[in-house]
C-alpha cells in the first residue's frame, strides 16, 4: 500500500483565496444576473461568520482576515452575527507584527500564533489549569515537514497492518520504536 501525502488542511492564504473567489463570484452574479436573481447568495452570513470563528478561535488567526477580504470584495461591511464577536485583545497590527519577527516562516508564524493565542484564551480564567497541556498541544499539532508526514503516515500504517494481521510482537517493537525514536518535526 502507498502511503502519499494528502495536501491540506488548506495554508491561511489558500483559505482566503478562496474566500475571495467565492465572495467575487457571488457578487459578479448579483450585479449582472436578471431582475428576479439578484439576491441569490452563495455564502450566508452564518456561514461566514462560522468561517471567521473558526480561523479566529481554531486557526489561530488573530488578524481577522474575513472582514478586511468582504468589505474589499462586496463594498459593504462585514456584520458578524455572533454576540460579542467583536471583542478581540490581539488584531491585524499585532499580526504584522508577528509576521516580522517571524520572518515571513509559515511554521513558525502558525506555531507562534497558535502559542499566542492559547495564553490568551487562559488569561481571563481564575484557575489557568491546563493550560500546559494547551501549550504542549501547539507544539504537538504544528505543521511538520512533508517527510515528517510521510514516516508518521507510514509507521501508522504499518502498526495497523500488524495490529489487524494480530502480529503482536510487530506491534510492541514498532510501537517501542516510536516511543524511543519519535519522528521529530523539522
Not at 62 to 75: A, C, H, N, Q, W
Request: charged residues 35%.
Amino acid at each position: 500500500i502507498s502511503v502519499e501525502p494528502i495536501p491540506g488542511p488548506y495554508t491561511k492564504e489558500a483559505r482566503e483565496y478562496w474566500l475571495r473567489r467565492l465572495l467575487t463570484v457571488e457578487t459578479d452574479v448579483r450585479q449582472n444576473c436578471p431582475e428576479n436573481m439578484r439576491d441569490i447568495t452563495l455564502i450566508s452570513q452564518e456561514e461566514l461568520s462560522e468561517i471567521r470563528r473558526i480561523w479566529l478561535e481554531e486557526k489561530h488567526e488573530f488578524d481577522d482576515s474575513l472582514p478586511r477580504i468582504y468589505e474589499k470584495v462586496t463594498g459593504e461591511p462585514f456584520k458578524d452575527i455572533r454576540p460579542g464577536a467583536e471583542n478581540r485583545l490581539l488584531g491585524g497590527d499585532e499580526w504584522q507584527v508577528l509576521e516580522e519577527i517571524c520572518d515571513n516562516d509559515a511554521m513558525h508564524l502558525e506555531l507562534m500564533a497558535k502559542l499566542l493565542d492559547t495564553e490568551r484564551q487562559y488569561v481571563t480564567r481564575s484557575r489557568r489549569i491546563g493550560i500546559y497541556e494547551a501549550l504542549e498541544r501547539c507544539f504537538d499539532t504544528s505543521s511538520r515537514s512533508k517527510e515528517d508526514a510521510i514516516a508518521n503516515a507510514h509507521l501508522k500504517r504499518d502498526l495497523k497492518t500488524a495490529a489487524d494481521e494480530g502480529d503482536v510482537d510487530t506491534v510492541k517493537q514498532l510501537a517501542w520504536a516510536n516511543l524511543k525514536f519519535p519522528v521529530q518535526n523539522s
